[in-house]
């Protein structure tokens, strides 16, 4: 009977860990993890840990480790099939019916580890004998000692076209074909893949020998690639396989750090330098199958690539099929290496400490992308900035889980914001009014925490300077937001600048706060109070903010989410007038172009809709408004009272 990988995953996936382990080994709850005393060896402090959410058990005292499965063939003596029959029964599943081919095929992979198997430990040879002196004065040059050598297999395959066949003649040719090791073209005499390269083991989870990768020793075969790996065959598939992960593993368990680098040769030089927790992909790019093998150890694993433009693109190609992956807690760092240098280079070049400070500063996912797009084209004129808004945004429409994308758009928006809206200088006596406040005492930082409570005189003239004459309650409430979270008046000045008011009145706020945006620093307590009286207007009390029924007004708001939908209104306010003008510039050309005008249309109102319904979900449902007005007479559509 042959089982799929994917069905055994399923198996897992059903089964929760804690409940089988707990059947016989008393847990307790330590955080998102349950711990207990090893159950493998003696131990009075429990080191024993169970993870449900990556499906594993692990032993920081003796090592042990494994899976549901596992844990019923070590812990419980059952046979394999035994343990998947009872967890099958226990998840509601069907255990496959015996399938030959399955059976056949397994039967096949078996044979080919046994001429893997055979296969390496002619390369070991070959290192030790005379044939292989030029590999190993290479090997000197590289500085590993025995320990690592023989830690990672290390071997030689000499040249001669026919002389692996010759020293394993006891395996049939069509299995050394098969196995990767020999190469077959059409009706000619196979011949050696490997010939004249220093040779490595590429192993499966299992420390079984599946395929090899080959380093060329002879500089004058220009014609020949520096690193031959083995093709895919029924034992490696190279897109599915992280090199030395078996090794790693455990290692970055216990660490709570896994470094992805770009060869095996990497590798082995960080092995040697000390740092254990290291894979690679095997001559291709980061896959989505080595991403998630890498995030079932570890959530936030650490990309270490070259510093040359191959370095950079290998990094960007990660990064781009990483984004759609993301979820909560999982991602990626990017420690980009000095231009030139491989993590060998820098090791020998300033020691272990460099790449271990590298590693440890190295840049999230989102700094990374932000820095490559920047830096990818000139940015000069408007047309340069907004291509590199649109590709920030193609990047973020790449993320399938809808909460990371939100916070990526903003954090990104944000950035470009920074970049192509810097601040103004200004000087302390600005015409017409305004307070220079950089440096001065009291400051306080953006958050719930250190907000400057407003003045109580006046409240209400900020509600009626923005609703009154327009009736439009959300730029009255965008305005009371922006007094409540004065820290955001930076964020949103170049938004604010380009929104469009109605009222006088309302514009000569929005006036002031821009200027307060415009000071430089963060602004102290109470100088909102002072600015506003400096031009004759009064600051509002946070008591009246509760007649603006939008939640990032309400006092016991979580004031995370309140900034969160503060940023969301400053969006639609500024929105809401193009989209308007534009709906009304389709229709007025629509005698003169009725198709494209009818398409366009129609796309404009359906965005009006959307945007009239994240305006419901954002506005109160009581019908009515302040001092008693109707939603339409807020500018809010009349649906919203029917709720």
């Not at 707990?22 to 993890?33: Q, Y």
């Not at 929005?510 to 200027?515: F, Q, Y």
């Amino acid at each position: 009977m042959t089982l799929t990988p994917q069905w055994l995953d399923e198996l897992r996936m059903r089964v929760s860990l804690s409940g089988v382990i707990g059947r016989t080994t008393r847990l307790t709850k330590a955080g998102r993890e349950f711990k207990a005393c090893c159950p493998f060896h003696n131990e009075k402090s429990p080191s024993f840990t169970v993870n449900d959410e990556k499906g594993f058990y692990h032993c920081f005292g003796c090592g042990a480790h494994g899976d549901a499965i596992r844990w019923l063939t070590d812990q419980r003596g059952m046979a394999f099939m035994d343990a998947v029959k009872e967890l099958a029964v226990e998840a509601g599943m069907e255990v496959p019916a015996p399938d030959p081919r399955a059976a056949a095929a397994a039967e096949q992979r078996d044979g080919l580890h046994d001429v893997t198997a055979a296969a390496q430990k002619w390369f070991v040879e070959r290192l030790a004998s005379d044939e292989g002196a030029r590999a190993r004065a290479y090997l000197a040059t590289r500085g590993f000692d025995a320990h690592t050598l023989a830690r990672f297999g290390f071997g030689y395959a000499p040249e001669g076209r026919q002389a692996l066949k010759a020293a394993l003649g006891a395996i049939a040719e069509d299995k050394l074909i098969e196995a990767g090791l020999r190469i077959k073209v059409d009706d000619k005499e196979p011949y050696d893949r490997f010939r004249g390269r220093l040779m490595l083991p590429i192993e499966d989870a299992r420390g079984r020998v599946i395929a090899f990768g080959g380093r060329i020793l002879d500089a004058a075969k220009i014609d020949a690639p520096k690193y031959l790996n083995s093709p895919d065959t029924p034992l490696f598939d190279k897109g599915r396989t992280l090199y030395n992960l078996h090794r790693a593993g455990p290692l970055a368990r216990q660490s709570g750090r896994l470094v992805v680098v770009e060869g095996y040769m990497d590798v082995v030089a960080l092995a040697a330098a000390g740092i254990g927790e290291a894979v690679a992909p095997l001559g291709t790019a980061l896959t989505e199958r080595q991403l998630e093998l890498a995030w079932r150890l570890v959530e936030c694993p650490v990309l270490c690539f070259d510093g040359d433009a191959a370095g950079q693109r290998a990094a960007m190609r990660a990064i781009g099929r990483a984004l759609p992956l993301l979820r909560p807690a999982h991602s990626l760092r990017i420690a980009r290496l000095p231009a030139g240098l491989d993590p060998d280079d820098l090791i020998r070049a300033q020691g272990v400490a460099a790449l271990e400070a590298l590693l440890a500063s190295a840049p999230s996912l989102i700094e990374t992308l932000w820095e490559f797009e920047r830096a990818a084209a000139p940015l000069v004129t408007p047309e340069d900035k907004a291509g590199l808004k649109a590709r920030l945004m193609t990047h973020v429409e790449g993320i399938a889980d809808k909460d990371i994308a939100a916070l990526y758009r903003r954090e990104l928006t944000e950035r470009f914001s920074a970049f192509a809206f810097p601040k103004r200088e200004w000087s302390a006596e600005r015409p017409g009014g305004g307070v220079q406040n950089r440096g001065a005492p009291g400051r306080f930082e953006r958050g719930p925490a250190a907000q400057p409570r407003p003045s109580p005189a006046t409240a209400g003239r900020l509600r009626h300077g923005a609703s009154t004459g327009a009736r439009d309650a959300l730029a009255a409430a965008v305005l009371a937001g922006l007094v409540r979270w004065p820290g955001e008046l930076t964020r949103h000045a170049e938004a604010l600048g380009r929104a469009k008011f109605h009222d006088p009145r309302a514009e000569r706020l929005a006036d002031v706060l821009l200027d307060a945006a415009d000071a430089g620093s963060v602004l102290e307590s109470g100088v909102l109070a002072t600015i506003f009286s400096a031009r004759g207007l009064a600051a509002p009390a946070p008591e009246d903010y509760a007649e603006l029924r939008f939640g990032f007004l309400a006092e016991e708001a979580d004031p995370a989410r309140s900034i969160a939908e503060l940023a969301e209104a400053v969006g639609l306010l500024v929105e809401r007038p193009a989209l308007d003008a534009a709906l009304a510039a389709a229709t007025a050309r629509f005698d003169a172009d009725p198709e494209g005008a009818y398409a366009e249309q129609q796309r404009l109102l359906k965005r009006k809709l959307e945007f009239d319904s994240r305006l419901r979900q954002m506005a109160s449902a009581r019908a009515a408004g302040p001092g008693g007005e109707t939603p339409s007479e807020l500018g809010i559509p009349i649906e919203m009272a029917e709720r």
